[in-house]
């Protein structure tokens, strides 16, 4: 019988330990792509802006010599990142492509104009720099018209600033409930030695000495927990990064190293604290309270 009452108190042990990792990784699994994604945030606001520039419309007649040469002066302004030019023949083909019909046969001739299209740097894509740079422009004489689209870059920057902003407050709010969840279930696994630690106290353990076989303890749940969840964020950018390769940063080693040590030192103090607090709760517990 005693075996039997000792072999279903080990369960119970093991059990209680391992849902605390499985939900310690779990935990440290999303607070680390949160973490990613915040880091991310600026290159994603970034790869954002840089593909929203403007459509600079030459004049007709104007020659591939000058064409070249005021190209040239754009890439050589230090708020371009890069120009695409584009002939009259390749936009009257790519028109056609779209309205599904050859709309030269219908007007006799094609009413396009050759463009160069400018991708701006990221803190130059708004409104106001795009105006001063448009001024710039209109003053050259290849120039027919500088076009942009000035209410969906004023909406991206505006919202990209909401987008940051609920980031950072989901990331504390995150942080906290995880706390607290990790808080909850430790304090369960504690909360079931309640009996020992009170005889332990009974018999003059100090404590420290009570608190130290938990501690350790909860230092290894914190270790595993933060590996599995390490784990789980390898697989997860394997499975990403050749898709958001271009937008994200997630092949960094600095950046990821960065998160995983996060996750590392969250794990451990995570698990480490709220084992530190429920025990000393439990130590002060009255003897009337034991079976509340």
């Given at each position: 019988?005693?075996?039997?009452?000792?072999?279903?108190l080990?369960?119970?042990?093991?059990?209680?330990?391992?849902?605390?990792?499985?939900?310690?990784?779990?935990?440290?699994?999303?607070?680390?792509?949160?973490?990613?994604l915040?880091?991310?945030?600026q290159?994603i606001?970034?790869?954002?802006?840089?593909n929203?520039?403007?459509?600079?419309?030459?004049?007709?007649g104007?020659?591939?010599?000058?064409?070249?040469?005021?190209?040239?002066?754009?890439?050589?302004?230090?708020?371009?990142?890069?120009?695409?030019?584009?002939?009259?023949?390749?936009?009257?083909?790519?028109?056609?492509?779209?309205?599904?019909?050859?709309?030269v046969?219908?007007l006799?001739?094609?009413?396009?104009l050759?463009?160069?299209?400018?991708?701006?740097?990221?803190?130059?894509?708004?409104?106001d720099?795009?105006?001063?740079?448009?001024?710039?422009?209109?003053?050259?004489?290849?120039?027919?018209?500088?076009?942009?689209?000035?209410?969906?870059?004023?909406?991206?920057?505006?919202?990209?600033?909401?987008?940051?902003?609920?980031?950072?407050?989901?990331?504390?709010?995150?942080?906290?409930?995880?706390?607290?969840?990790?808080n909850?279930?430790?304090?369960?696994?504690?909360?079931?030695?309640?009996?020992?630690?009170?005889?332990?106290?009974?018999v003059?353990?100090?404590?420290?000495?009570?608190?130290?076989?938990?501690?350790?303890?909860?230092?290894?749940?914190?270790?595993?927990?933060?590996?599995?969840?390490?784990?789980?964020?390898?697989?997860?950018?394997?499975?990403?990064?050749?898709e958001t390769?271009?937008?994200?940063?997630?092949?960094?080693?600095?950046?990821i190293?960065?998160?995983?040590?996060?996750?590392?030192?969250?794990g451990?103090?995570?698990?480490?604290?709220?084992?530190?607090?429920?025990v000393?709760?439990?130590?002060?517990?009255?003897?009337?309270?034991?079976?509340?």
């Amino acid at each position: 019988m005693s075996n039997v009452k000792n072999k279903s108190l080990n369960r119970r042990i093991i059990s209680s330990s391992v849902s605390v990792v499985i939900s310690l990784s779990l935990v440290l699994f999303v607070i680390g792509l949160l973490s990613l994604l915040l880091i991310n945030a600026q290159r994603i606001s970034n790869y954002l802006k840089e593909n929203i520039g403007m459509t600079i419309m030459l004049n007709e007649g104007t020659n591939e010599i000058e064409t070249a040469k005021f190209q040239k002066i754009i890439d050589g302004s230090y708020f371009v990142k890069s120009t695409n030019f584009v002939s009259k023949e390749e936009a009257t083909i790519s028109l056609e492509r779209e309205l599904g019909e050859d709309f030269v046969d219908f007007l006799g001739y094609s009413p396009l104009l050759a463009s160069i299209d400018v991708k701006l740097y990221a803190e130059y894509a708004n409104n106001d720099s795009l105006l001063v740079f448009k001024n710039e422009i209109m003053e050259n004489s290849c120039v027919n018209d500088v076009f942009y689209q000035e209410n969906l870059i004023h909406k991206l920057n505006s919202n990209i600033n909401r987008i940051s902003f609920f980031l950072i407050s989901f990331s504390i709010l995150l942080f906290i409930i995880a706390f607290a969840l990790i808080n909850n279930t430790i304090r369960l696994s504690v909360y079931s030695k309640r009996f020992l630690i009170r005889t332990m106290r009974l018999v003059g353990a100090n404590n420290s000495f009570i608190q130290k076989p938990f501690l350790i303890k909860s230092f290894y749940q914190g270790l595993y927990g933060s590996i599995f969840a390490v784990f789980m964020l390898i697989g997860s950018i394997h499975l990403v990064q050749n898709e958001t390769a271009s937008i994200l940063n997630i092949t960094d080693l600095k950046i990821i190293g960065f998160v995983f040590i996060l996750v590392f030192i969250s794990g451990i103090l995570l698990s480490w604290l709220s084992t530190y607090f429920s025990v000393r709760r439990f130590i002060k517990l009255k003897e009337s309270e034991l079976y509340n």
